[in-house]
């Protein structure tokens, strides 16, 4: 069993580890808490606060004691997210990014290792399983438009699915005056409905099949998460919170947690001009 060491007093405090390479403890450094209370204590010199080795000794133990936890690493598979990933152990989805540092949208790529805290084994998730079809030579590596996907929104597309400088954008943008609403692409569930650093108010829709839609910059969010969804159904409205110059909807598709390009998705629209 290792040992970590408190740097107080020459205490060493262990924390246990599992060798099987199944999963093992995960904790925070008694260290790193130690300086971090060492720190806190000496920027309030001031009002003459004053801890003694000991009892930060004791802090930090217990710290580390609610910090540890036993565990396993689910490996993603194909089809796999962090939401059904989430409902298969029994453990809130936004809980589960924070501890595996995993930032919103919260997407997760096959082969990835999740940590699960309190899991003893791998357990199965739900996936959809795309049903046999007759071997035909691929047309093309994305879902046809016959797929029914509806325009979330009618207007211009005024920035198209890409590269864009500083990177690449995901989706596309359409413009549309404020307050105009926001339709589901599809029928699904809502597993996001927040803000979000950048985007603004954010819908996330899980649909079958592996494809997930985002909606963006929304004025307002209708739908709250969990909730279930129609095809056609209003869930937001337009708007430009977030990192957004004018009310547009920035709307994304996603399979199997890949960004692809919306418009192959969607019906023609003769409005639609990427600028």
Known sequence: MP???????????D??????????EWCLSVGVLDQALTAKLDANRGSRVRASALGRAVV??????????????????????LYRISKAYGIDYKRLARINRIPPPYHVRAGQRIFIPGAKRQLPVAVIT???????????????RSRGLLWPVSGRVTSGFGPRP????????????????????GAGRVI????????????????????????????????PTGA??????????????GRASEPHLHFEVRKDNVARNPLFYLPPQSAARAR
């Open 166 to 185: 500083p990177g690449h954008h995901d989706g596309i943008d359409i413009a549309a005056p404020k307050g105009t609403p926001v339709r589901a692409a």
């Open 130 to 144: 795309p049903r046999a079809v007759s071997a035909k030579p691929p047309q093309r590596h994305y879902e046809p």
């Open 60 to 81: 930090a133990g217990a710290l580390l004691a609610a910090a540890c936890a036993t565990g396993i690493h689910h490996r993603v598979r194909p089809g796999e997210n």
């Open 192 to 223: 996001f409905s927040d803000r979000l650093s950048g985007y603004g108010n954010v819908i996330i829709l899980e649909h079958d099949g592996g494809l997930t839609t985002v909606y963006a910059h929304n004025a307002r969010n209708l739908v």
């Open 3 to 13: 040992s970590i060491h408190a740097g107080v007093g020459g205490r060493s405090l």
């Open 15 to 24: 924390c246990g580890e599992r060798g099987d390479g199944g999963g093992g």
């Open 228 to 241: 279930r969804v129609e095809r056609g159904q209003r869930i937001a409205t337009v708007g430009d919170s």
